[in-house]
């Protein structure tokens, strides 16, 4: 329960990360 809860919360931080990213690349480019 605890370990799936964790990468629950890893894989939306990555998701996150990567939208952001992409949000900065579309304002910068």
């Given at each position: 329960m605890f370990?799936?809860?964790s990468?629950?919360?890893v894989?939306?931080?990555l998701l996150?990360?990567?939208s952001?990213?992409?949000s900065v690349g579309v304002?910068?480019?």
């Open positions: 370990f799936s809860l990468v629950s919360i894989l939306q931080a996150a990360t990567l952001f990213l992409l304002a910068a480019g």
